[in-house]
């Protein structure tokens, strides 16, 4: 039957696509994104202390694929909301579920032999919503024009189908003999497969998001998942969402695959960049809060400044890294030697690593 935009796309076919050819523009592609990635999976591979940095990054991306979906917090609630409980908007707090559910991924493949299945992406999207949503399971569901009204995309329907195309999925992604495409290739096509399916009734968006970090860390091309991709689809949305139709209704992988190498490419280098500048300002730091605080200087605050941008009294004790008036003192002295900027919220005064802020704010 005939694609229609009008009708469940029930006939969305199983992958690969069979006349996908690796041009020489995509294996050029290829070379480049293989290198870069490999460059930022080293770099994560020599930190001393990589949960520090790549929870920051994380929370990067988190809130970059959450803006996809017009789920808007800006870095300072964020940052704020992560320092503390029970105080943060709604956006914020879709933002930390993001993050969370990409560490929950992780979590279910060390825990399944690495492999990448159906109940993990529902665990994910569970962990995303804070609820027990699973597979879509009535009619209706339809993708349509924000401004106008009209159906762009009508996905697969119903729960027998959607399960039937995900098991599809799972081969693909997980047996290697399926396909002797290229990794980065094949993640292209995954993350088209799964925003075609569409299998939950929201969600979609930020759960292919995180299968795609899933998978380059099941692949072994990158130890940890920092790569930081959202920010490139944030940037050229209106392009991802382009193409993703032209797949769909003109069979156009090449284009596909070509901008989502690209997004590799680019966001490889900005997130090793990040990380080099990161890494340069802690250094920085170090030497000097040493000088600051002499004999007191303590590398578990270093840390959490680099964790949780955004410092207080309460935090600093609730971590167990000093007493009330240790941790007054400390502060304000940070503070007096422009380590820490202080800003009064409410009644509670907070200490803000503003540096580390406007390193994350720069593209």
């Known amino acids: 039957m005939a694609y229609s935009k009008n009708s469940p796309f029930n006939d969305l076919p199983n992958l690969p696509p069979i006349d996908f050819i690796e041009s020489p523009e995509i294996l050029r592609h290829l070379a480049k994104a293989a290198r870069h990635l490999g460059e930022l999976n080293g770099l994560c591979a020599s930190l001393p202390d990589p949960q520090l940095l790549i929870n920051t990054i994380v929370l990067q991306e988190s809130k970059d694929s959450s803006a996809i979906e017009n789920i808007v917090t800006t870095q300072d609630e964020l940052y704020k909301a992560a320092s503390e409980e029970g105080t943060a908007s709604h956006a914020a707090k879709e933002v930390l579920s993001y993050r969370e559910a990409l560490y929950v991924g992780l979590e279910k493949m060390t825990t399944q032999k690495n492999l990448l299945m159906t109940n993990t992406m529902i665990e994910i999207v569970q962990t995303i919503k804070q609820n027990k949503s699973g597979i879509r399971t009535s009619p209706g569901t339809a993708l349509k024009n924000a401004i106008n009204g009209e159906i762009i995309y009508t996905p697969p329907c119903c729960e027998d189908i959607l399960?039937?195309?995900?098991?599809?999925?799972?081969?693909?992604?997980?047996?290697?003999?399926?396909?002797?495409?290229?990794?980065?290739?094949?993640?292209?096509?995954?993350?088209?497969?799964?925003?075609?399916?569409?299998?939950?009734?929201?969600?979609?968006?930020?759960?292919?998001?995180?299968?795609?970090?899933?998978?380059?860390?099941?692949?072994?091309?990158?130890?940890?998942?920092?790569?930081?991709?959202?920010?490139?689809?944030?940037?050229?949305?209106?392009?991802?969402?382009?193409?993703?139709?032209?797949?769909?209704?003109?069979?156009?992988?090449?284009?596909?695959?070509?901008?989502?190498?690209?997004?590799?490419?680019?966001?490889?280098?900005?997130?090793?960049?990040?990380?080099?500048?990161?890494?340069?300002?802690?250094?920085?730091?170090?030497?000097?809060?040493?000088?600051?605080?002499?004999?007191?200087?303590?590398?578990?605050?270093?840390?959490?400044?680099?964790?949780?941008?955004?410092?207080?009294?309460?935090?600093?004790?609730?971590?167990?890294?000093?007493?009330?008036?240790?941790?007054?003192?400390?502060?304000?002295?940070?503070?007096?030697?422009?380590?820490?900027?202080?800003?009064?919220?409410?009644?509670?005064?907070?200490?803000?690593?503003?540096?580390?802020?406007?390193?994350?704010?720069?593209?």
């Open 163 to 363: 399960r039937e195309k995900l098991t599809a999925l799972e081969q693909f992604i997980n047996d290697a003999d399926n396909s002797l495409l290229d990794p980065l290739v094949k993640m292209a096509f995954i993350h088209y497969q799964f925003e075609a399916i569409h299998p939950f009734a929201d969600g979609n968006g930020r759960t292919g998001r995180i299968v795609n970090a899933l998978y380059l860390v099941q692949q072994q091309l990158l130890l940890q998942p920092v790569l930081y991709l959202s920010s490139y689809i944030v940037k050229y949305k209106t392009e991802y969402y382009q193409l993703l139709r032209a797949v769909t209704e003109k069979n156009n992988w090449h284009d596909w695959v070509m901008y989502i190498l690209t997004a590799i490419i680019e966001t490889a280098q900005l997130t090793t960049q990040k990380i080099r500048s990161m890494l340069s300002l802690k250094d920085e730091y170090e030497k000097q809060m040493k000088q600051t605080l002499g004999a007191s200087f303590s590398y578990e605050l270093l840390q959490l400044m680099f964790t949780l941008p955004y410092l207080k009294i309460e935090l600093l004790e609730n971590k167990n890294i000093a007493h009330r008036q240790t941790a007054s003192v400390w502060l304000k002295k940070l503070k007096e030697a422009d380590i820490l900027r202080p800003q009064k919220i409410g009644r509670t005064t907070y200490y803000i690593n503003y540096r580390l802020m406007e390193l994350l704010s720069t593209d």
